[in-house]
């Protein structure tokens, strides 16, 4: 499967932003998609995942995942951003069906998108 994310840009603190996540050339619905994110000099980190959806402690009540079958396609609506939300956002894909806040545990990596937030 590929993975395409977008919907990154610079917002304010307190904004909100949606991420999107297209998915093609798989079944969508055999794969569990997850959301995470890469700072400068920082190692990537889970974000948010679904399934049993849940999200880092970092996000819990900011961020909401979500899932349209019928588009292929997974976001991530982000609100009461912070400057410490920046960084770039990865989707990824793994074909068992259980979230994992592990990297290594998904097989398919969207490109990356950029989200900014100034203080």
Do not use: H
């Not at 009461?80 to 894909?93: G, I, R, W």
């Amino acid at each position: 499967v590929q993975l395409q994310a977008s919907g990154g840009g610079l917002v304010q603190a307190g904004g909100s932003l949606r991420l999107s996540c297209a998915a093609s050339g798989g079944t969508f619905s055999r794969y569990i998609i997850a959301w995470f994110r890469q700072a400068p000099g920082k190692e990537r980190e889970f974000v948010a995942g679904g399934g049993s959806t849940y999200y880092a402690d970092s996000v819990k009540g900011r961020f909401t995942i979500s899932r349209d079958t019928a588009k292929n396609a997974v976001y991530l609506q982000m609100s009461s951003l912070k400057p410490e939300d920046t960084a770039v956002y990865y989707c990824a894909a793994r074909s068992i069906f259980i979230t994992t806040p592990t990297t290594a545990d998904y097989n398919y990596w969207g490109q990356g998108t950029q989200v900014t937030v100034s203080s």
